[in-house]
């Protein structure tokens, strides 16, 4: 059930940068556990980047301070909403763990290990917690955990994941004239703010590995009760969307999972464009056990809308009783109390991390790559 008592004081929440996507800041802000109180980012940060920051303070009555340290020194915070470009991710969180705040942060955790050991240190040090945003309490996540933990598979064998966005991600593979320059991959970004498409903003170019990984690598992680990965063997191209193959980042990857105690894992993900698939794209976990196995569709349950003289982008398919964010959410306040453990700490983040780091790196050398796991 979820908690909507309020006579607890709410905890006080900065949102540290809000340049990548806002629903995490907004699933925070929705959760009667919480107030955002300032938003706040450092002052050298580019333009775009005060713009976006700026609009959505403005947008929640609270201010917009253009100094992270400030922000700390002057709100009397208890937590952080930490939401910039991936690669500050773990930046702006050990600033707050340093000074003594829980984190919620935006996925991927980092792009770089050294970057996730530090943050671990700091979370361990000043002992804080951390949440890591994903999706693992969707209605048909939760649903086949309870499968699983209740022995109805029995032991678990193998578990495979589809992952492919029916997404775009600007122009189609081919479409560069001869002698164009390469897309520029935040000018991309940038770009694509409008839509939705921009989750590797920022001024590292990321594939969709690196981007969307952690979501289908947290649900093994979660079913196969933390069994960690110790040896991956991928293969990545950029078959669909010219910025990636600009970027020499995968837009299209399969990945195979060596794990812990005995688990066969496997993954396809793919950011596979608008006109491959009528829904957001195929999302679905097949699990096998010794006793059973079972096919889980992501999107389900789900309601299919059309109408005279729908608009030709409207959003056909609509999710329903779907309350990941705010469970998310809740998980966060309840972490702060101590009555529960994040489902996705900075340490299990970390190691997905370095599942990603070792896949991205297989699908170069075309060999299997071990897991640097903590």
């Given at each position: ?310 608009p030709d982008l409207e959003f056909r398919n609509r999710r329903v ?54």
């Amino acid at each position: 059930m979820m908690n909507t008592d309020r006579s607890s004081k709410p905890f006080k929440v900065g949102v540290f940068s809000v340049v990548k996507h806002c629903y995490l800041p907004r699933a925070i802000a929705a959760h009667p556990r919480f107030d955002l109180c300032c938003v706040a980012d450092d002052d050298n940060r580019p333009h775009w980047a005060h713009d976006r920051n700026a609009l959505f303070a403005e947008e929640f009555g609270i201010p917009y301070l253009r100094d992270v340290d400030a922000a700390i020194k002057s709100h009397n915070l208890d937590a952080v909403a930490v939401s910039p470009e991936a690669e500050r991710h773990c930046e702006l969180a050990i600033r707050a763990a340093e000074a003594g705040l829980h984190i919620v942060v935006d996925k991927p955790l980092s792009t770089r290990l050294e970057d996730c050991d530090r943050l671990i240190d700091a979370i361990e040090s000043n002992n804080v917690t951390c949440l890591v945003w994903n999706r693992n309490l969707l209605p048909a996540l939760i649903q086949a955990r309870t499968a699983v933990k209740d022995g109805r598979l029995g032991n678990l064998r193998s578990i495979h994941c589809d992952f492919y966005f029916s997404k775009d991600a600007g122009p189609p593979l081919g479409s560069r004239a001869k002698g164009d320059p390469p897309i520029d991959w935040l000018e991309r970004q940038l770009d694509a703010h409008a839509d939705g498409s921009d989750g590797g903003v920022g001024t590292e170019a990321m594939g969709e590995l690196q981007v969307e990984g952690i979501y289908p690598l947290a649900y093994i992680r979660m079913l196969s009760r933390e069994a960690r990965v110790n040896r991956v063997f991928a293969r990545t191209t950029a078959l669909f969307h010219q910025a990636h193959a600009d970027n020499g980042v995968d837009d299209l990857a399969s990945v195979t999972l060596e794990m812990e105690n005995g688990v066969t894992g496997s993954l396809c993900i793919g950011r596979i464009g608008a006109a491959s698939h009528p829904d957001i794209g195929e999302i679905k976990l097949h699990l096998v056990g010794d006793k059973g196995s079972m096919v889980v569709s992501e999107a389900r349950p789900e309601v299919s809308i059309h109408y005279r003289d729908q608009p030709d982008l409207e959003f056909r398919n609509r999710r329903v009783a779907d309350f990941n964010n705010y469970l998310l959410a809740e998980n966060f306040a309840c972490a702060i109390d101590g009555s529960e453990e994040p489902i996705l700490d900075a340490r299990g983040a970390r190691n997905i991390c370095a599942t990603v780091l070792a896949a991205v790196e297989s699908g170069k050398a075309g060999k299997a790559i071990s897991v640097d796991n903590r």
